[in-house]
């Protein structure tokens, strides 16, 4: 397929606090990892899988291990150790891919629910020319630019999108952009950004509101609930 995936799942998970790393918080029975790399198989695109976990998370290790064992006649599936930031996560994730990819996504686990049809929408994209795509919905609050307690502006909210993952790369593209990118910058938030930051054309299609991320307790509410409805 020449498609390959980078599952980020190496954070701690402070905002939702349960004291262990996010992806292996429970949700309807099966940890957050087990839904998010259910759900990158069901897209069915992937020829390799690499999943950053957790520095010697042995959960996390078995949870990969089991995904492996149900992906028969599916995709490489394999896991390596992540870093400080979620950037230092990915560069260990691309680092793992064999070199012989044209399209690499890299999906946060903590997006457990993403829809197969996201997934497909970012590699059709890619795979039409676009060198970089990324999900994005519109911003249903107004956003204020602030300093210290004074708003300073409002952007136009028609223009804003809010974004998710699976974010998709030309593989080429997305190597030299790391490659030739500093070690760490606290500001880069995602990979779409190194692209914009070279001057790339950063593409947009259709994300999903169950591609949202579990970042705080009442997502993970949102997520059960969710879950709930679409089992009975
Ligand atoms: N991530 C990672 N390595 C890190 C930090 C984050 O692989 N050092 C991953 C997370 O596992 C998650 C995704 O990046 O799937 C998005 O990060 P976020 O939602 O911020 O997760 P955490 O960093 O775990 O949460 P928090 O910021 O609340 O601690
Ligand atoms: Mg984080």
Redesign the pocket.
Known sequence: TGVGVV???????????HGI???RVLCGGLT?LEH?LRAVLAAELAEVVVV???PGDEVLAGVVAGATGAAQGGPRILAVA?????????RS?LDALPATLRTILV?????ALTPPEVFHRVAARVSEGAAAVIPVLPVVDTVKIVEGDVVTRTPDRAVLRAVQ?PQGFDAAALLEAHASAPAEHPAVTDDAMLMEARGTAVHVVDGDPLAF????ALDLTVAEAVLARTTT
């Open positions: 599952v980020v799942a190496a954070g701690s998970g402070q905002r939702l606090g790393p996010k992806a957050l998010a950053v976990l957790p992540g870093g400080a930031s979620r950037s230092a996560s990915v994730g999906h946060d686990a903590a997006r993952t991320k579990v970042t705080t």
